[in-house]
């Protein structure tokens, strides 16, 4: 079944809008470009002179062209050594920002009883500030490991393990989506799930509502929503409050 644009830049496919928010408990997002208008981790390259080399990465992973995603987030990182705290501090000050309509769409589910989920295949320096901007209920993301060096350290170029695994990729964040509904005695089936990249896909294939917010083509082509103008509020055009 193929999309079928509503309005411009909104599709849809397999349902008849308009749902109901309050139908639904627990909205997922990812962070990079979905949540938030960069890809962190290369802009963190930037600060070293290798954005287009990490950036390239970057774009194979999110369009699924590389079948092992750890090892392409391990490639990344160990590129981002000797990165320090302060840079990664001006990355979320100078370049960080939420989507359009970022704000809105976390309102309107949280007015609806909804929890708010983030997961991301990036790191918890800026998923925690995130959440905190947004009073987001539940996070995963990776870990930076640090080292003492100047301006109160810098990344040594690989990732902390955690209680829950490795790395945070499509995997755990189909993972995390399914242990975060059974924590709140939902089906998965009452779960919203947007994201672009290809590592988003396991999740929001359990999802009762999958929505692709300007994703990659092989995203788009799975989602049950397609936002491809416009913030993430236009999600409410299709799911009212």
Not at 8 to 18: E, K, Q, S, V
Not at 178 to 187: F, R
Request: proline share 4%; hydrophobic share 40%; with cysteine.
């Amino acid at each position: 079944m193929s999309l079928q644009e509503i309005s411009p830049g909104l599709a849809i496919r397999g349902f008849t809008p308009p749902l109901t928010l309050r139908d639904f408990k627990l909205i997922a997002f990812d962070m990079d470009s979905t949540l938030i208008n960069i890809e962190c981790v290369d802009e963190i390259a930037d600060v070293v002179g290798r954005k287009e080399e990490v950036a390239a990465i970057t774009e194979a992973a999110m369009r699924g062209e590389i079948s092992d995603y750890k090892e392409s987030l391990r490639q990344r990182v160990k590129l981002l050594r000797g990165v320090t705290i302060a840079d990664m501090e001006e990355v979320y000050v100078q370049r960080l920002q939420l989507n359009p309509g970022a704000r809105e769409l976390v309102a309107a589910a949280k007015a609806a009883g909804l929890k708010v989920l983030l997961v991301s295949g990036g790191f918890t320096f800026f998923t925690d500030r995130v959440r905190d901007t947004l009073g987001i209920d539940f996070t995963r993301s990776n870990v930076l490991e640090v080292e003492s060096g100047p301006n109160c350290g810098q990344l040594t170029g690989r990732m902390v393990d955690q209680p829950w695994g490795d790395i945070c990729d499509g995997a755990e964040k189909r993972k995390m989506l399914l242990e975060t509904c059974a924590q709140l005695g939902i089906s998965p089936r009452q779960a919203i799930a947007m994201g672009d990249g290809a590592n988003d896909l396991p999740m929001m294939g359990e999802a009762g509502l999958s929505v692709a917010y300007h994703a990659k083509p092989r995203v788009r082509e799975q989602a049950m929503v397609a936002i491809d103008q416009g913030g993430l509020d236009r999600l409410l055009e299709v799911v009212r409050p």
